[in-house]
């Protein structure tokens, strides 16, 4: 008897009982799908926070305050109050610092914004002009916070697209209109383009106003929340992060720059942590996935047990007819390998369905892992052969006289 042979009699077989095949490959379709759409959804999500991380700027350096914890200048984040405008400043101006082609110092709070009867809890961010260029924000409507807002600590306000409507609604304009955070009147004078995101993410839930307001009035402090840069390109990034950190050092009286008491982050470490983080949860989703393609092994290997058990008299028929211990064991391992194949294709199906459902639903960008598919597969095929070889060793070491007499 050849494979062909065996195979299509396995097909034959496996189709005598279709609730009980059915039930059989649920396990391994439900755990091929679970880890195909997993590892999707997590690979999207790492997607959507790359984008985000990337659109907050290109070539993008960040200045907080706060102490240094491994010796370096490009440190780790800390808190403090340590930067001010005279810093930002001196970066812009200085002959040392050659690197650096925008500075936008910033101011950064969170704040109950009320318009009317609506109100909302939102990021409100003192900025300078400099702010949209080191960002990349438009404005689609009206304008953006203008140096003569700044120097003369004129009330106004630009909005996110988000945080329009949630004080104006859909459809309506705000230019013109008033708004009022922590107690302080604003008016509306513009609106930026949308750059999406999701909770503490979202650049569209954001107001802008100039930097002297929010110094003097929003936040009483003359201090700043961090120092945006732009570098001049990504080849003098780690440049740009010396030629500033020396310069701050020197400003802040510092010799030793494990006593410094700033941080440099560029963009890339921001890309690098958050990566790192989105890899291990999608590891983690992909594991817990896999225990569901365990049990479907299982299963599997329970169906074929009574499988075993149903057709003892056939099998001692077939021994005693002079069928080889080889041919009943390839007889069952084919079954069980056609019934995880065949689950594994249905799995994957499933899988890629339900990773682009859930991913319109959630507004995820559509990620398929084509190793993961391919592993799926792959996994499903072995997982024939290891929970079908117990089963096939079974039905091979029966003895042809008792499996006659079976009842």
Aim: proline share 3%.
């Amino acid at each position: 008897m050849d494979i062909i042979e065996l195979f299509l009699e396995s097909l034959g077989t496996l189709t005598l009982n279709k609730m009980r095949t059915g039930l059989a490959m649920l396990g391994v379709v439900i755990g091929i799908g679970s880890v195909i759409a997993l590892i999707s959804l997590g690979q999207a999500s790492q997607k959507m926070i790359e984008s985000q991380i990337q659109s907050l700027g290109s070539n993008l350096l960040t200045v907080s305050p706060g102490s240094q914890s491994n010796g370096s200048v490009r440190g780790a984040a800390g808190s403090g109050t340590s930067l001010t405008l005279a810093d930002a400043e001196a970066i812009e101006t200085s002959t040392a610092v050659t690197t650096i082609e925008s500075v936008s110092p910033e101011v950064s709070t969170r704040a109950q914004v009320i318009a009317g009867r609506n109100n909302t809890n939102t990021q409100v961010i003192g900025v300078t002009p400099a702010y949209a260029n080191v960002h990349k924000f438009t404005v689609e409507q009206g304008n953006f916070i203008t140096q003569q807002d700044v120097s003369g600590s004129r009330k106004v306000a630009v909005l996110g697209p988000q945080t329009a409507v949630d004080l104006f609604g859909e459809g309506v304009s705000p230019i013109g209109q008033s708004i009022r955070v922590n107690n302080v009147s604003l008016t509306v004078i513009g609106i930026t383009t949308s750059k999406g995101g999701s909770g503490f993410f979202n650049q569209d839930d954001t107001i802008f106003v100039p930097l002297t307001v929010a110094q003097k009035q929003l936040v009483g402090s003359t201090h700043l929340t961090s120092i945006a840069l732009e570098a001049k390109s990504a080849e003098v990034m780690t440049r740009a992060q010396d030629e500033v950190g020396y310069l701050l050092l020197e400003r802040h009286k510092l010799t030793d720059p494990t006593e410094a008491d700033f941080s440099i982050f560029s963009q890339n470490d921001i890309l690098s942590t958050a990566t790192q983080a989105t890899s291990t949860f999608t590891s983690l989703l992909g594991g817990i996935a896999a225990i569901s393609l365990l049990v479907g092994g299982i299963g599997i290997m329970n169906i074929m047990l009574v499988t075993v058990t149903e057709r003892t008299r056939e099998i001692g028929l077939r021994k005693s007819l002079g069928a080889k211990k080889k041919i009943v064991v390839a007889q069952f391992l084919i079954e069980a390998i056609v019934l995880t194949s065949i689950g594994g294709l249905i799995g994957v199906v499933v899988g890629v369905t339900a990773s682009y459902v859930i991913s319109t639903l959630l507004s995820l960008p559509f990620a398929l892992s084509f190793p993961a598919i391919g592993l799926a597969i792959g996994v499903s095929g072995i997982t024939g052969v290891v929970f079908g070889w117990y089963p096939a060793q079974k039905a091979a070491n029966l003895q042809p006289i008792e499996a006659l007499r079976y009842e």
